[in-house]
């Protein structure tokens, strides 16, 4: 069979098109209602920090996560179901933030995402005038008025948001404490409710008072 018929061929039987199969800029996966991945590009296993013989990947969707999307249904078929920033992690505690869309194709799901690159280097900017001040003043200003502005955050708690909002990931984040990236994952979550943050650029614009556009 010629090239160009084994491609329209693969095409017509995939949600996917080929020409989307190695890109890594743009994540794409069809993923059954109970979360079962059935097909992927290699944005989207990157994303998920590699390819996986388990094809389950509810776990692997941070906020919203699976079972707040999974649910949902189009008025129209093929409609999106939810647009936004997609939180996706790994087992290693590496998280990454997409934008992108969640479509309703009946039984199964099509993630469509990428890298929002114009935010990232925004939050990144900030991250990184934080950092330098958290360096600074070492649980001094800086942290006394974290402190104050959020004591109904634990001792730990006040821990992992000050190394959170410097960018480390949570497998540093558990290094730097001793204690296991699940843990750290447990105190995120917990961080996260307590200030109302969707993901890290929204805490980020909590903790400093800088609008994010």
Known sequence: MPAATQKAA????????????????????????????????????????????DPQVRDAFLSPTFDQFAGRSSRMSGGAIFTGILNLGSADGTTVSLRGSVYDLGDCLLVVAEHDVAGITRAIDRLTLLNDQLAQTRRGSVGRQLERSHSKLTPREMDVLERLVTGRSNKEIAGDLGISPRTVEVHRARVMAKMKAKNVVELLQTVSGWPLP
Request: glycine fraction near 10%; proline fraction near 5%.
């Open 10 to 53: 693969a095409e017509s039987s995939s949600v996917i098109p080929w020409w989307l199969d190695g890109m890594s800029a743009v994540a794409c996966a069809v993923i059954r209602r109970d979360g079962m991945l059935l097909e992927a590009n290699r944005g989207f296993h990157t994303a998920i920090a590699g390819p996986h013989d």
